[in-house]
């Protein structure tokens, strides 16, 4: 007879594990491993047999189980065992099984009572059962006899912890009914790795070879030394049964009728015996499955969330149908359009967070790039003076001018205004390369359809050149606009007057003192080694000083630069580093920090390089061999000018300086403007408006939306995962419904386990009976006159005629001794007692407070003969 409750939950695990398997994953219930532990011939082997149904474990008498046996149930259609030790061999007779566990114990332990921590791996495959693991641990003994070491105790302890202390398992606490419980090594080191009880079912065997006249009543309604869990009591089969070849079946039949027949337990009749167990250790694999439940609903919700969107097109995907080519042309073209406007103008759904995207880097490319560009294009100033020198002299010929003639400045403006066309340019080359990478990145849906994908891309990308020859041809034409009229009326231009007197520091345009331009990180990168290596730290730009702290908090500051003479160069990358660098010196030729000349700042990217030398713009700090501010005392020259050719220079190069600054200002206006219209809302407007009669044009339709093997396979593959995964969804769902969980039974007063821990009553101070707990004779009240006694586990038997028979030595002791401390049982012990005002069945004390106390023995109150 196999396990009933067991074969009732196989098929909704196998449900669970079907549609786990139908999207290729597993489904991890990860079941609880049972563990069974108890002394010795407490009938553990027994126990974990009659759960699983089969007669397969050796049994015997003395230490039997000597290693661990790791039982891995595992379902299958056929049913046989195999051992890890030999693989090729199938077992589908149980009682070779059972040899062959003797022979591999023996084969490492010996044949003389050794034990080894090693454990025999079995694993039994079953249509009966579920994917369990049993663990059969060897029993606690004490002292070592035959081939066993001297420190034996703590041995199988130590091996018994290794397996219970997990927080998966369950720990069936045999204890033998004839056997004090109080003094139970199995109930104590449950509850070391299980203080509260959670996991932890008590079993009491043996129940039908207590003494006559006594039984374990209060112990199995759990009322005596209690348990969260309460104690369910078995009848195992006897040696004599085993041996006779007494099936489980007869062995199941025979407990049945031992519990209705006994007055002791017939009113619980219900709640014990072997399928009793069999209900409560599957009613706890059933709470973990449900347990399991709803991890297993959010994994395959998330997993169904993320597929929503992409299955949305495929939902109602209709391969015969005549006009879906035509649908998902429209469909996908449209969608392009979308996401290429969203890319360009932004949206607040599928925002980027990792990168600059489409719109945010042409933006970077018109406000940080392009106006850096302008600056490094910016004159040298001697060379500047040079030719404003030759352009007067050559101006007044042999003539000597007296007057600063106005060609000159001209001449000097149309070639500064010439130099403009290189930087507009390279910006009109940027912005082109990020709509291509735009279109690119838009394009990556039309995967599906290989054909029409490529020629999107084409015909955008070709439409976008056409715009740039338009674009281009528009910005050299407005620099051939400021070339063709010199305004000298211009708001904004300082004229004659004023360029004779002014200074070109007043040129200098910084932003307002103390105003933060920009923070972030940046490392330091040519610090040596001695002093520490390269390191980053949180830089502070203001208009003033450049900062550096330890941290974002700007508490601890390391060093504050003033931003006066200094300058930015580029700094090649080093051959092993990732970093990209840049450096910032003093122009005469001080040191610009601690012993360093100039210092390297290295950021991860060159868009990060680029937008910090933007900034440093904005401070007033220019690139190398580029002149923005002109100080008094720096006018060294290569030739020879008189005073008054010197003055007319000055005011040339003041009025250059200022319609220069002029064009670039409206040179930074337009060129978005003139991109933006040009090219940029041109391609938006050609891919709403044009792109589809393009495409038409280009190919037949059959072609364009010829779908690729990989996205057929893709699409077959995504609608199957999803209708898995609803139907996962599902079958948890009459999981839910079709089982019940039970909720974990209350606490309860479980002190006496630490008590008896920490108070353990020496062996010689034991009863004999121990069926029952320490200092708790079986209930037989005498004339004794007083208090009345605690009642014992002993609840059929009450006699008020005669008086206490003392306990004496004897045959009746034999199941006593597998305790190898218990000492020989000539001591009577005194019933323990309590004041009138406590209930009977409440301990008032420790119960091995009773026998601990030599001194008030009396003889005339023995205790019965178990």
């Known amino acids: 007879m196999g396990n009933r409750g067991m074969e009732e939950l196989i098929p909704l695990v196998n449900k669970l594990q079907d549609a786990f398997s139908s999207i290729g994953q597993s489904c991890h219930l990860d079941l609880p491993q049972i563990a069974v532990v108890g002394g010795q011939s407490a009938g553990k082997s027994s126990v974990l047999e009659n759960f699983v149904g089969r007669d397969f474990l050796p049994r015997g008498s003395g230490i039997v189980t000597r290693r661990p046996l790791i039982l891995q149930l595992i379902y299958s259609k056929t049913e046989y065992a195999e051992f890890l030790h030999c693989k090729s061999k199938k077992f589908t007779d149980f009682d070779e099984v059972r040899q062959e566990i003797e022979a591999e114990t023996d084969r490492v332990t010996g044949t003389n009572k050794g034990i080894s921590p090693v454990p025999i ?38 091996m018994i912890l290794q397996f219970i202390s997990r927080e998966s398992s369950l720990i069936l606490a045999v204890t033998p009914a004839n056997m ?90 219900d709640r014990m015996g072997t399928p009793h167990l069999q209900k409560t250790l ?16 959010s994994k395959l919700q998330s997993q169904l969330l993320s597929l929503e969107k992409e299955v949305e097109e495929y939902k109602n995907f209709r391969p015969d149908d005549p006009t879906r080519k035509t649908k998902a042309l429209l469909q996908m073209v449209q ?172 040129n200098k345009k910084r ?22 290596g390269s390191k980053e730290y949180w830089f502070v730009l203001t208009a003033e000083s450049l900062s550096w702290y330890k941290d974002e908090e700007e508490k601890e500051k390391k060093y504050m630069l003033p931003l006066d003479n200094l300058k930015i160069r580029d700094v090649e990358k080093g051959f092993m580093s990732n970093k990209h660098v840049f450096a910032i010196f003093n122009t005469e030729q001080r040191n610009v920090y601690k012993d360093l000349r100039q210092i390297e700042l290295a950021c991860d990217s060159q868009e990060d390089v680029d937008s910090w030398k933007a900034s440093f713009l904005r401070a007033g700090v220019y690139p190398e061999k580029d002149q923005a501010e002109n100080e008094d ?27 220069v600054a002029i064009i670039n200002k409206s040179i930074r206006d337009l060129m978005p403007k003139t991109i933006m219209h040009l090219m940029i809302n041109n391609t938006k407007a050609f891919i709403h408006h044009e792109l589809l009669a393009y495409l038409y044009s280009s190919a037949d339709q059959g072609s364009l939306m010829e779908e690729s093997a990989d996205q057929a396979q893709r699409r077959d593959d995504m609608l199957r995962m999803y209708h898995a995964l609803k139907e996962a969804l599902s079958i948890i769902g009459d999981i839910s419904t079709s089982t019940v969980s039970t909720p974990v039974p209350p606490p309860v007063d479980d002190t006496w386990l630490q008590s008896t821990s920490s108070h353990s009553p020496t062996p010689q101070r034991r009863p004999v009976s121990s069926g029952h707990p320490p200092g708790r004779p079986p209930a037989v009240r005498g004339p004794t006159p007083g208090p009345p006694l605690i009642p014992m586990p002993v609840g059929s038997v009450a006699s008020f005629a005669a008086p206490p028979i003392p306990s004496r030595p004897g045959p009746q002791s034999v199941f006593a001794n597998n305790d190898p401390f218990s000492a020989p049982p000539q001591i009577p012990s005194r019933p323990a007692r309590i004041p009138p005002g406590i209930p009977p069945g409440v301990p008032s004390r420790r119960p091995p407070a009773a026998p601990s106390r030599p001194t008030i023995i009396r003889p005339a109150e023995p205790s019965l003969l178990d």
């Open 511 to 532: 932003a307002i003192p103390n105003q933060v331009i920009r923070r972030g990180w940046l490392t330091i990168n040519n610090i040596s080694l001695m002093k520490g």
């Open 282 to 297: 599957n009613q706890q694999l059933t709470n973990h499955i449900r347990e399991s439940l709803p991890t297993l609903r």
């Open 335 to 506: 969608q392009f359009g979308v996401d290429f406007e969203k890319r360009i103008e932004g949206s607040g759904d599928q925002v980027d967070t990792l990168e600059l995207s489409g719109g945010a880097r042409i933006n970077r490319i018109f406000h940080e790039r392009f106006p850096f560009e302008l600056v490094k294009m910016e004159f040298d100033e001697k060379d500047l003076r040079r030719e404003i020198s030759y352009a007067i002299k050559n101006i007044h010929g042999v003539r000597t001018g007296l007057f600063t003639p106005d060609l000159a400045f001209e001449a000097i403006v149309k070639k500064q205004v010439v130099k403009l066309k290189e930087p507009c340019l390279k910006c009109v080359d940027l912005v082109i390369q990020e709509l291509i990478n735009t279109v690119r990145q838009c394009t990556s849906k039309l995967s599906s359809y290989p054909r029409l994908r490529e020629e999107t891309e084409r015909i955008v990308t070709t439409y976008i050149r056409e715009r740039e020859g338009r674009t281009k041809d528009q910005i050299l034409l407005l620099i051939d606009i400021e070339q063709s009229y010199i305004n000298t009326n211009h708001e904004d231009f300082i004229g004659f007057a004023n360029a004779q007197q002014r200074s070109t520091q007043l």
């Open 121 to 158: 791996n079995l694993r039994v495959y079953s249509p009966h059962v579920l994917n369990l693991t049993l663990i059969d641990l060897p029993g606690i003994t004490k002292v070592p006899v035959g081939d066993q070491p001297p420190d034996i105790e703590y041995q199988i302890k130590d």
């Open 180 to 269: 004090d419980l109080a003094n139970s090594d199995a109930l104590k080191l449950a509850k070391e790795v299980d203080p509260q009880g959670l996991r932890t079912i008590g079993v009491i065997t043996k129940l039908d070879l207590m003494d006559e006249g006594t039984d374990a009543r209060d112990i199995l309604e759990n009322k005596l030394l209690p348990l969260r869990r309460g104690y369910i009591g078995v009848v195992n089969r006897s040696q004599k049964d085993i041996e006779g070849k007494k099936d489980i079946r007869a062995a199941l039949a025979a407990e049945r009728k031992f519990f209705l027949s006994h007055p002791a337990y017939r009113h619980m009749a």
């Open 633 to 659: 005392g720096v006018q060294e020259n290569t030739f020879s000018m008189d005073p008054q050719l010197e003055r007319q220079v000055e005011t040339i190069r003041n009025l250059v300086d200022s319609y």
